[in-house]
């Protein structure tokens, strides 16, 4: 193996692990130590130079002391692969994402193959399923649905509606292994009602769905939350407040889940799978759930993409970024939202237009399953690939004449 590869990460593959080069980000990390020791340096040289012009000691120093700025030491990169057996002992590994990313799904999978290689005994925590749907995971893990059958079932397309590609390895393990997949989220309907008119606005049959003794936000928290709110514009008329309370019900809610399935199985462990925001300085998810369990546990962010200091993770990942393989395209607009799937624009040379597929046509069945939605015409596309061939069931209004019923066969590119 050589020196480059020594530094590397180990990703997962849908059925292999690979090393990955991390090379230009740690040429990245160490321009930048180079340039603040540079820095540090020549602020140094002017303090020797005024103490040697007869400034004294307690003038020169009478700026902000930078003696504890946090330091990185770059000789001590490691490896995916070497921490993992450190985890060995941990109960619960919460391994942070940016959603599209998809090395970092790649990543989870291998950390969850490393343990599940130590102990079997291990339960995966999802973010991105819905706790009133546990009952669909628990039948695809036990093999008495499909892939589609989950999909439809937790309402993915209109509840998450990240390319189900991203995940697709780490549920098809857990199902070939018979590793129990935890529904951390909590209802769409209840953290947007708490955004609207917060937790004060619930009626009763909502407050019974919020978690037990849910605890404030501290400063730090609500610093973070805030900075998140200010990127959005759309949130102008929300209430911060509101907003804030909403954040933290995600995070108190998922936690209150894992606590629950720890505390019901005290023989297992989790990796638990979220966004980086929701596992990152503790006070979000991680520290809500020792409060509840108090069990050993580490967290690990990938590609954090804000201030690093101390007490931000146990370990940082910095995966080469990865893209899925490309998915077959009908080349179609249509507009969101829980109605039929009316086209407003087929992309210039895409297969739509190569068909003879016109704006205003409504999709109604791609090969004879149903669509009534943009979610239904996601989960019939999922897993096509370009030169994959569809047929695509069309109805054409017209203003004076009937509506046609048009067949389609076209080729995905």
């Not at 297969?351 to 399953?369: F, K, M, Q, Y």
């Not at 047929?391 to 209004?397: D, F, H, K, S, Y």
Request: aromatic share 8%; glycine share 6%.
């Amino acid at each position: 193996m050589t020196e480059r590869q020594t530094i590397s990460c180990i990703r997962g593959d849908f059925n292999f692990a690979r090393p990955c080069t991390n090379y230009a980000m740690k040429k990245l990390y160490l321009i930048m130590i180079l340039t603040l020791t540079a820095s540090l340096c020549d602020a140094a040289a002017a303090v020797n130079d005024g103490l040697a012009a007869g400034q004294s000691e307690e003038s020169a120093t009478a700026g902000e002391s930078v003696g504890d700025t946090p330091a990185l030491a770059l000789g001590g990169f490691s490896t995916l692969q070497s921490i993992l057996p450190g985890l060995a002992d941990k109960r619960v590994v919460f391994v942070g994402e940016l959603h599209p990313r998809y090395d970092h799904h790649l990543e989870q999978l291998e950390i969850i193959r490393r343990m599940y290689a130590q102990d079997p005994r291990l339960a995966i925590g999802m973010e991105m399923f819905q706790q009133p749907f546990q009952a669909a995971l628990d039948d695809y893990v036990a093999g008495n649905v499909d892939v589609d059958a989950l999909l439809r079932e937790t309402e993915y397309y209109q509840r998450w509606r990240m390319d189900f590609r991203l995940y697709a390895p780490i549920l098809q393990y857990a199902r070939e292994h018979g590793i129990p997949l935890i529904a951390l989220n909590v209802p769409t309907e209840l953290t947007r009602k708490v955004g609207l008119v917060g937790l004060q606005g619930l009626d009763d049959d909502e407050r019974r769905q919020l978690p037990a003794d849910m605890a404030p936000a501290d400063e730090d928290y609500r610093l973070r939350i805030r900075a998140v709110f200010d990127m959005h514009p759309e949130h102008e008329h929300q209430s911060f407040e509101h907003f804030l309370e909403a954040q933290l019900l995600w995070d108190e809610g998922m936690a209150e889940r894992a606590a629950a399935y720890l505390e019901a199985h005290p023989d297992q462990r989790m990796v638990v799978i979220a966004g980086n925001q929701h596992i990152a300085w503790g006070s979000s998810m991680p520290q809500r759930l020792q409060r509840r369990q108090p069990v050993p546990a580490v967290t690990i962010l990938n590609s954090w993409q804000d201030t690093v200091a101390p007490g931000l993770a146990d370990f940082l990942l910095m995966p080469e970024e990865r893209s899925l393989p490309p998915a077959g395209r009908i080349g179609v607009m249509f507009d969101e939202g829980n109605k039929p799937v009316i086209i407003t624009a087929c992309m210039q040379d895409g297969a739509c237009a190569d068909a003879g597929i016109e704006e205003d046509d409504r999709i109604v069945a791609i090969d004879n399953v149903p669509v009534n939605n943009p979610a239904d015409l996601r989960l019939a596309m999922w897993d096509k690939r370009p030169g994959d061939t569809i047929r695509i069931a069309i109805v054409r209004e017209h203003l004076l004449l009937p509506d046609e019923d048009l067949d389609f066969e076209l080729t995905l590119k």
